[in-house]
């Protein structure tokens, strides 16, 4: 094993491993996932055979070493896609784990499409006089998204959201929600509603995500209601419309999940609900664009000014104050990248 390529999530190192043999179908190199939620024995049976690059979740990573079922003696290049979000998840503490087991030389590469100030902290912790390649403009969405706000009241988002898939003829749409909980009641509320809905979160069984992603590509699915798992590095081929339902707590998340759209040059559309509660997340987020985002009231769902701001639920069932950042750099739960293991003393990791 030569190359090791760490991501945050599940889906994004299964996108890695396809590319990686579609790119380097005519090359002389195998590349294997390890990821939680399926068998770790098909894993090790694929690493037996001989693999000269794996892409993993750092969670299952550490239950092969932890098992001896890898060896990353001969590793030449570490890779740490979505830097991060695996720094938002927890994960640093794991990463570091991995680092010492690791050849001290080595090539290192730390990609991400935001760079907050910790991650060149972290960059500058792990890497050694290191490059950077900047490909656009730091912290900015693609030309071709039209961004557009709604406001409306909060418990007249759905309602909202089902006029304007039935009013405008969505057909394939992207919906985004703070917690697992919230996709699984928009899901099901929007298929009450008529319309052809799946959740995908960290709660859901891998088979159940990656036919929900699956099915949602091919457009059996119309929408796809999602918490950020999904925010991260996920190319759906022409998705035309990204929707949050719920604004992030973290500026940058925004630019991550409208990036979902207008990929490869094309155009998008990303649609912002946005109540009174999140006044605040939307004005962090404008201050982060450097922009305002056009507002658009729909007619018949004006917002009642009489309504009162409430404390954001942070997915655990406490209240922060509106606007607050939360996580490893905003107060959110960790998230968890593969099993855990009390005994090791590794963090806990809530799935996402």
């Known amino acids: 094993m030569r190359v090791l390529i760490l991501t945050p999530t599940r889906e994004l190192a299964a996108q890695v491993g396809e590319s990686m043999r579609d790119y380097g179908r005519y090359l002389p190199f195998t590349a294997t996932e390890i990821f939680g939620g399926v068998s770790i024995n098909t894993q090790i049976s694929k690493l037996r055979k001989g693999v000269d690059i794996v ?40 990463i570091r784990r991995i680092l010492d087991v690791l050849p001290k030389k080595r090539q290192n590469l730390l990609f991400s499409a935001t760079f907050s100030n910790e991650i ?81 979160h960290g709660n859901k069984s891998q088979a159940a995500r990656t036919r929900a992603l699956k099915d949602f590509k091919a457009g059996k699915v119309r ?21 949050n339902y719920e604004l992030p707590n973290v500026p940058e998340d925004y630019v991550h999940r409208i990036g979902r759209t207008a990929r490869a ?37 004006e917002p009642d000014p009489r309504i009162k701001a409430e404390p954001i639920q942070n997915g655990r069932g406490q209240q922060r104050p509106n606007g607050q950042r939360n996580g490893a750099r905003n107060g959110a739960p960790k998230a968890r990248g593969g099993q855990r293991h009390r005994s090791q003393g590794r963090p806990r990791r809530a799935a996402v």
């Open 55 to 94: 892409v993993a979740t750092p969670g299952r990573l550490l239950d092969h070493l932890q098992q001896r079922t890898i060896d990353l003696s001969n590793v030449d290049t570490l890779v740490l896609d979505e830097a991060d979000r695996m720094l938002d998840m927890g994960f640093i503490r794991d």
């Open 120 to 200: 060149r902290r972290l960059a500058a912790d792990l890497l050694n006089a290191p490059t950077e390649i900047q490909a656009a403009t730091r912290n900015k969405p693609a030309e071709g998204i039209k961004q557009i706000v709604h406001p409306v009241d909060r418990s007249r988002k759905r309602e909202l959201l089902s006029h304007r898939i039935g009013a405008e003829n969505w057909r394939q749409v992207l919906v985004f929600t703070r917690t697992k909980h919230g996709a699984n009641r928009l899901a099901t509320q929007l298929m009450a509603d008529g319309l052809e809905a799946a959740a995908i």
């Open 223 to 243: 929408i796809l209601v999602a918490t950020d798992i999904a925010a991260r590095g996920l190319d759906i081929d022409r998705l035309p419309h990204v929707v």
């Open 265 to 301: 040059g094309l155009e998008g559309h990303a649609v912002s609900l946005v109540c009174v509660d999140e006044k605040q997340l939307l004005r962090n987020i404008e201050r982060m664009l450097k922009r305002d985002i056009e507002v658009e009231v729909i007619p018949g769902y």
